[in-house]
Each structure stands twice: as structure tokens, then as C-alpha cells.
């Protein structure tokens, strides 16, 4: 815990109620005043008389064994560090002073000992780690090698069992992560289906990077979908699914039957793409138009088919949609697009439908 914490946690106790934490407080005072003015010595003296009426108080022994190590008594403090971690292992702010006294004082395996029970316990991150300057030169030594960034972990669930035609079903894929800023994702899918949306949503779990997305399918017509394999790419490296085949069976449906068999990729890449130029691009794929979290869009004449929808979610940020028009979804005749935010300024475009 740190100096505020504490503070509050005794500030609480009045002199008639607890005199104990009221002494206690006012020596920690002294001792944090005198540290921060350059006598760690001095902080060392009256945190003890602290400790005299809170002997066990594991943020008062926390703080001793700082400015021992401050004050040149090294050892003492590594005594200090031992003796509470022996008493309370979760203490994970002792354990991080710890290491810092191992790192900058010739112990790195022990520093990074410590440094693995702390990833254990979710204290911290390896990005984290990697950026503390305190062990910035062991980086190299083989007991640091698991501060090296590392793959994303992903899991895929597919659709398992046979299925009718007409059926709409999904896919979810789940990755984590330290840092998936430059992530590229490749779906493969191979059969009658046709992709309805997606929904891509992104997160911090626990002070890692989290992507869930959901890919939902219809489908279409009797035959064998072949679902995947799903790639996820980093620059610390790729990870890579099995596949799985199921069969379809029934009639083909309206619309037609129509065998997909293509690579999906993050609908986010292009979304950010269109945000920083243009909400309206044509190309091979038909018609893509990007929403913000208010606006829609009216057609007119209305479309024969509806869009493949793909939204995208990002915590703290507004939530954006990218609706795919594919080719021949109005038959080949014009239709107009009025998008915007309803009751305010509408933006007006053509589609020829090809």
C-alpha cells in the first residue's frame, strides 16, 4: 500500500479513540518529511517510534525497510523485506521493494524470483516490468527471458453440430494479450453460409489487452462448412486454430444458396481507415458505410437484402457500425442513402446497387 493509503487508513483514528494510531501517525509524519528531505536517516528513527506502538503494522515495516536501504544498511532492509514477505507472501508491494533492492544490489536471480510471483498474483504486467529502468540491465540474463513479450493466447469456438438450412449460428474468438495494438486477424470459411455481422470488442482485463469477437453466419443450403483455421498475428509472435468441419443439410433457402468461401479479417482495421477519410467507399465488396453510435441511415427506395453489419466496441470510446452492402443488394437499380444523426444534418449519397 502506499503513503496516502496509510495516511487515511490511521487519519481515521482520533486521540481519544485509538491513541496508538494517533502516535503512530504523527511519527510516521516526521519520518516521511525527513526522508523526502534528503535524511533517511533520520526516517529510520522515527518510524521506529512508530513501530514501538503499531510492532506490526506491515506498511510501517514496509517503509522501514525503504529508508534502511536509503540510509546505506542494505541488509538490514533485505532482513526487513524477508522477515514481512515470511509473514505475509500477498504483500505484493514489499515483494516489488524487494526486488528493486535485489536488482540494484547485486542479486538479479533473486530479483527475478521475485518478479515471477508477482506476474503470478496479477500485481503487475511484463510490460510493466520491462519498463522499470531498475533491472534494465539484467534484461539480457536468462532469468529474465520470461519478461519477453509473448504470442497472444486465443481461443475459438465454433459451431459443433450439424445443422438445417436457414440457421443462423456463430463463432467466437477470444484473445488476450499485453499489447494487441498491431494485431491482424485471418478467418477462413468455406462453404454454403453467408456472414450476417460481426461484433468486435475491445478491453483491458486485468491490465492486458482483450479482444472478443463474434462472427455470426446463416446458413444458406445444404453441403459441408469447413470453419477456419483462425491466426492471430503480433509482432511477438502468432498463434494459430484447428479447424473444424460440419455438415449442413435441408433445402437451399432465400436468398439464394450462395457458397461462401473467403478470409475474414478485423472489421476495425478498415473502420479506423474510413474514420480518418470517408465514411462511403464502393469497392469490389459492394457498398461500405460507416455509423457513428447515433446515426443511421434511410434508403430510399429501401434495399432488397440488409447489410452485413459489423460494430465495433472499444471501452470508454463510442461505439462505431460499418454496414456492408454487397453487390446486388438493390437488383442493379439506384437507390439513395440518407445518413446522419436523426433531426440533424443529413448526409445524402447514390449507390448504383452493382
Known amino acids: 500500500m502506499g503513503a496516502a493509503w496509510w495516511v487515511l487508513w490511521l487519519g481515521c483514528a482520533t486521540e481519544v479513540d485509538i491513541p496508538p494510531q494517533r502516535v503512530a501517525l504523527d511519527a510516521w509524519r516526521e519520518a516521511h518529511a525527513a526522508a523526502e528531505a534528503g535524511s533517511p536517516a533520520i526516517a529510520v528513527s522515527r518510524v521506529n517510534e512508530a513501530l514501538t506502538v503499531q510492532p ?39 515483494r516489488y521493494r524487494r526486488a528493486l533492492l535485489h536488482a540494484k544490489h ?11 510471483v508477482l506476474l503470478e498474483n496479477k500485481a503487475v504486467t511484463r510490460k510493466e516490468l520491462r519498463e522499470e529502468e531498475a533491472w534494465a540491465e539484467h534484461m539480457q540474463r ?34 488476450r494479450g499485453e499489447d494487441l495494438r498491431e494485431l491482424a486477424l485471418t478467418a477462413m ?31 444458406m443450403g445444404p453441403g459441408s ?45 478498415r473502420i479506423f481507415e474510413m474514420e480518418a477519410n470517408s465514411p462511403w467507399v464502393e469497392d469490389t465488396h459492394g457498398l461500405w458505410l460507416l455509423l457513428g453510435e447515433a446515426e443511421q441511415v434511410v434508403w430510399t427506395p429501401e434495399l432488397e437484402f440488409a447489410p452485413i453489419v459489423h460494430t ?41 446497387g452493382d
Not at 106 to 116: F, I, M, T, V, Y
Not at 145 to 169: C, I, K, N
Not at 239 to 263: C, F, H, K, M, Q
Open 56 to 94: 506490526k503494522d506491515v506498511n510501517l515495516l514496509a517503509w522501514r525497510a525503504q529508508w534502511l536501504a536509503q540510509s546505506g544498511d542494505v541488509e538490514a532492509a533485505k532482513s526487513q523485506l524477508d522477515a514481512l514477505l515470511a509473514d505475509h507472501p500477498l504483500y505484493d508491494e514489499a
Open 106 to 116: 547485486g542479486d538479479p536471480a533473486l530479483c527475478a524470483s521475485d518478479l515471477k
Open 142 to 175: 536468462a532469468e529474465f527471458s520470461f519478461l519477453a513479450a509473448q504470442p497472444p493466447a486465443m481461443s475459438v469456438r465454433y459451431r459443433e453440430r450439424a445443422m438445417y438450412a436457414g440457421t443462423d449460428f456463430r463463432w467466437t474468438v477470444n484473445v
Open 189 to 219: 470459411v468455406n462453404g454454403p453460409v453467408r456472414l450476417v455481422s460481426t461484433e468486435e470488442r475491445w478491453m483491458l482485463v486485468q491490465g492486458e489487452s482483450a479482444l472478443d469477437i463474434d462472427f455470426r453466419f446463416r446458413s
Open 225 to 269: 462448412l469447413t470453419q477456419g483455421p483462425v491466426t492471430i498475428r503480433t509482432p511477438a509472435g502468432s498463434v494459430t486454430s484447428d479447424a473444424r468441419t460440419v455438415t449442413i443439410e435441408g433445402v437451399v433457402v432465400d436468398p439464394p444458396n450462395t457458397s461462401l468461401e473467403r478470409t475474414l479479417s478485423l472489421p476495425s482495421a
Open 312 to 352: 465495433l466496441l472499444r471501452e470508454g470510446q463510442p461505439s462505431a457500425r460499418l454496414l456492408n452492402y454487397e453487390p446486388g443488394a438493390n437488383a442493379g437499380r439506384a437507390a439513395t442513402a440518407s445518413f446522419g444523426v436523426p433531426g440533424g444534418t443529413q448526409t445524402r449519397r447514390t449507390w448504383l
